[in-house]
């Protein structure tokens, strides 16, 4: 099976995902078995991988990708490997969230919802 995918992250987050000596990058495409290619300039990564199905986890790694590319670091990131670990990320615009202040307003409701549950879980 053959994949490519292209993902965009923020240039200032290129770092975190290559990593000190590209250790970071080097793990994704071991554990993944894909390979990254980062352009540092743009901060499209294409993702691409070649083998049995069974082997590769490209869904995996453009998980990762994204997370890294969103603000999480590496090791957070790399938890989406561990078990059922997936990332969604939502559009708040799509729950009536217009403006900037709306958007704020959202983002404190759901951490406080987060928090609270997280909470009641952990006891």
Same mark, same amino acid.
């Given at each position: 099976?053959?994949? !490519?995918?292209?993902?965009?992250?923020?240039? +200032?987050?290129?770092?975190?995902?290559?990593?000190?000596?590209?250790?970071?990058?080097?793990?994704? #495409?071991?554990?993944? *078995?894909? !390979?990254?290619?980062? +352009?540092? #300039?743009?901060?499209?990564?294409?993702?691409?991988?070649?083998?049995?199905?069974? &082997?590769?986890?490209?869904?995996?790694?453009?998980?990762?990708?994204?997370?890294?590319?969103?603000?999480?670091?590496? &090791?957070?990131?790399?938890?989406?490997?561990?078990? !059922?670990?997936?990332? *969604?990320?939502? +559009?708040?615009?799509?729950?009536?969230?217009?403006?900037?202040?709306?958007?704020?307003?959202?983002?404190?409701?759901?951490?406080?919802?987060?928090?609270?549950?997280?909470? +009641?879980?952990?006891?």
């Amino acid at each position: 099976m053959s994949f !490519e995918k292209l993902i965009r992250i923020p240039t +200032d987050r290129i770092g975190a995902l290559i990593g000190k000596s590209g250790q970071v990058k080097e793990k994704i #495409e071991k554990i993944c *078995h894909v !390979e990254l290619e980062i +352009d540092s #300039e743009t901060g499209e990564t294409i993702i691409r991988s070649q083998g049995k199905i069974e &082997d590769i986890q490209p869904f995996k790694a453009m998980e990762i990708v994204t997370a890294i590319g969103r603000g999480f670091s590496p &090791d957070n990131a790399l938890r989406l490997l561990k078990g !059922e670990n997936t990332l *969604h990320v939502i +559009d708040l615009r799509e729950f009536g969230a217009k403006s900037p202040a709306q958007i704020e307003r959202i983002k404190g409701r759901i951490i406080i919802l987060y928090s609270k549950n997280f909470t +009641d879980v952990s006891k």
